[in-house]
């Protein structure tokens, strides 16, 4: 009797199968579609693309959506913890057996065909397998939708191969320069290569340059372009108030404080409104009423997550790039009590403007913790501490997570608040600890 490989040998193939580091492209997730019986073709899609904010504004579409009754799936990267929390339908996270049995399919077809898929791509084939497997709208029901995070970019994405009833742009800002350019511009005509023929887009970029990139995008393929502004604008009439007013051509909307953390929440979240507007003129049932509970019961782990319980009390948070950590820094700044300073546990992988990033959040930092993370793609410990220390931080390289929690709780008082950032992968070992 032949037993069925597990689920982390599985993971471990379809990493394994990566040969060449990351090369943008659509050919070899096409092709693999192409042999799994193109299962997209039957389903309806929200795309999301963008620097920051694209998982937050997933998360408020999601839960507006099923406070809708509208069946939601939902493919974002990376997983905090497990492989599964990337692949969910209605918050449920695929199961290990349907997540073997799809992923499965997905490598025997790649090993069959000779198709050398990456990773991202062979996982973004399984997600759309299982959201056609679970039987998710076919074309012209308004029962259910699937959301879908781009990876890197937007044009060369594997995520690019739908056709979306609506594409959404959050933030445009500077990361992975060394394949999605090295200007605004640049990555904004990346993450623009999302949008299709006469498709209904919506988009926060952030600044003119990248809004210019958008605009000459949709205008080329003539599509039908909302932006933050310009179409549809927010306002917040006391920043202690717990409601706020969301405003677009179709008139304004009293809206309760957003579930999620930091003032930087409400462009999110009204970008992920707009969109909403666009699918209930679109002929789906969205009432107000689930607009008004969805912006006020999400949830997105990793994100200014805070373990208040905690003493002292841990703030989680990913800021994996400059510009999430000068968003970090201006939250801070809002709740910073000039009595104490934070306690960082800091990984970052060799990618990023780590030096930015350090230069940005070390004034507010008292000592810091360093981990290394991500493997060969993560910078060692060692390495991390003594960027900090050339900053004038106290900096103490620890073997572990593990090692580094216990050592800022050790050094800690109960009025400090115990900071964790710079990487995703850091924030999911620190919230298996904390949990």
Known sequence: MIHPLSLETLLRQSQEHETGGVVLGLSRVEQLLDALGNPQQGLQFIHVAGTNGKGSVVAFLAAILRKANIKVGVYTSPHLIKFNERITVDQKQIADKDLRDNLQKVLDVCRNE????????????????????????????KSSIVILETGLGGRLDATNV????????????????????????????????????????????????????????????????????????????QPTSNSWQFQDQKGQL?????????????????????????????????????????????????????????????????????????????????????????????????????????????????SVFTVGVGGERGIDSAELAKLWQDSGVLATPCNSA??????????????????????????????TLVQ
């Open 402 to 431: 593990k090692e580094a929690l216990a050592m800022a709780r050790s050094q800690s008082h109960p009025q400090q608040i115990i900071l964790v950032a710079g990487s995703l992968y850091l924030v999911g070992e620190i919230q």
């Open 254 to 366: 009293s809206l309760p404080k957003p579930g999620l953390e930091g003032e930087h929440q409400y462009i999110n979240c009204a970008l992920a409104v707009a969109g909403i507007r666009i699918l209930a003129d679109m002929g789906w049932h969205i009432p107000s009423r689930a607009i008004s509970d969805g912006v006020n019961e999400v949830s997105w782990p990793g994100r200014l997550q805070w373990y208040k319980e905690k003493n002292p009390a841990i703030l989680l948070d990913g800021a994996h790039n400059l510009d999430a950590a000068r968003t970090l820094k201006q939250y801070l700044n809002s709740i910073y009590d000039k009595t104490h300073a934070f306690i960082l546990i800091f990984a970052a992988l060799k990618n990023k403007n780590v030096t930015g990033i350090i230069n940005t959040l070390s004034p507010m930092i008292h």
């Open 114 to 141: 000779n198709i050398p898929a990456s990773f991202f791509e062979i996982t973004t084939a399984t997600a759309l397998l299982y959201f056609a497997n679970m039987g998710l709208a076919k074309n012209g029901d």
């Open 162 to 237: 739908v056709d979306p009833l609506l594409c959404l742009i959050t933030s445009i800002a500077h990361d992975h320069e060394n394949f999605l350019g090295s200007n605004l511009n640049q990555i904004a005509k990346e993450k623009a290569g999302i949008i299709k023929p006469g498709v209904h887009v919506v988009a926060a970029p952030g600044s003119l340059e990248a809004e210019k990139a958008i605009s000459d995008k949709a205008a080329q393929v003539a599509a039908n372009l909302e932006l933050m502004g310009r179409n549809f604008n927010f306002k917040i009439t």
